[in-house]
């Protein structure tokens, strides 16, 4: 499997058109509408999986496409836009990442200069994504959805729970409009229909919900050519000396809580609930603490199939997992592989540096059996 063409890339929803009854008017969570026989023909099922949106260069990864870097070309149309033109951009990106109580859109539009949002779009990398409610600067990777099963929380932030497969339609309800619908206190980011979203007052049927939910509850990591060898086993001790399954606990590898991000103070209520391990791992805190999807923790992400995917770290500013594990990537003028807007180091998340280069290449091989 290519890394550039990871299962959420493939699965990211897109609404089908509305046809053949396909969509019904939304009616509240999970709908009490009166059910619609829903039709699956062949324009909707190849839709479903791939839709261009508009804009292609600010949401160059919405609906369903891959967040590719963006080429010289459709860079040099930005810096062509007119004023006129270039406001619209500013418009959409304040309907996809302001967030009023940390800047307000004034403040926002202006630091929005058209070099900066040349900058932040010459940033995209393969697996990462600055989906609506992230940052530009800040911007997620994004996670498999092979195991998602048995994860607990959805989002990097941890935004929700995922007891059921009804979480996993609720969340496709949310982030297909009523994210960008919604209202935080006195701020609605749109109060109409986005590119995430399809005619207003309409989502998916609970039938596609849940075909869906079954769809990725359904998928399968592709076969390992990863061998448990000597190195590996090598690496499994290495693993269980250093404590890793104290975080990462087989058999998913996750122990499925959420860590405060630097800087944040865990409530006292929320510490009762057996669902926060408090300690931090110093990574950035920005998605965590001054973005629309701030909880103010980062969940302990699975290890399996480390080995068919890249973007490591909530940010995936590590391009592979030997960059996450490389302490030269605490250095103040490294360059990292994976997603950056300049220079600096990748911060947090300091286990194993202490390791010899032998050490840590067993625990690699080993990581890369999971």
Known sequence: MSRAISPVARCELSRPPKRNGLRRPYVGALGSAKRRSVKWPAHARSTWARRAAPAREFSASAQGL?????????????????????????????????????????????????DEYVRQLAARRPGVLPRQGTSATHPPHIPSLIGVQNIAHLDATGLVHHRSIG?????????????????????????????????????????????????????????????????????????????????????????????PAKGFQVPADLLKTGEILNISVGTDPALAMRTRRATGFYKVPSLRGVWYRNAFGHGGQADTLEEWLDPTRLKNDYVPKGFHIGPGPIEGHEFSFALSPADRRALIAFLKTL
């Not at 967040?67 to 996809?96: G, H, K, M, Y």
């Not at 076969?223 to 000597?230: K, L, W």
Request: hydrophobic share 30%; charged share 25%.
């Open 66 to 114: 891959q967040d590719q870097p963006i080429p010289e070309s459709a860079l040099n149309r930005v810096r062509e836009l007119t004023p006129e033109a270039f406001r619209v951009r500013q418009e959409n990106a304040w309907v996809f990442f302001g967030t009023p109580w940390i800047m307000s859109k004034e403040a926002f539009e202006e630091s929005l200069t058209k």
């Open 167 to 259: 979480d996993l339609m609720r969340y496709a309800i949310i982030n297909e409009g009523l994210d960008t619908l919604a209202h935080f206190g006195d701020f609605q980011p749109s109060s109409k229909a986005t590119a995430f979203s399809g005619d207003e007052g309409t989502r998916y049927s609970d039938e596609q919900l849940y075909a869906l939910a079954l769809y990725i509850y359904s998928l399968k990591p592709p076969p390992n050519p990863n061998r448990f060898d000597d190195g590996a086993r090598r690496g499994q001790r290495i693993f269980e000396q250093q404590g890793c399954a104290g975080c990462h606990t087989p058999p998913f590898y996750t122990d499925n809580k959420l860590t």
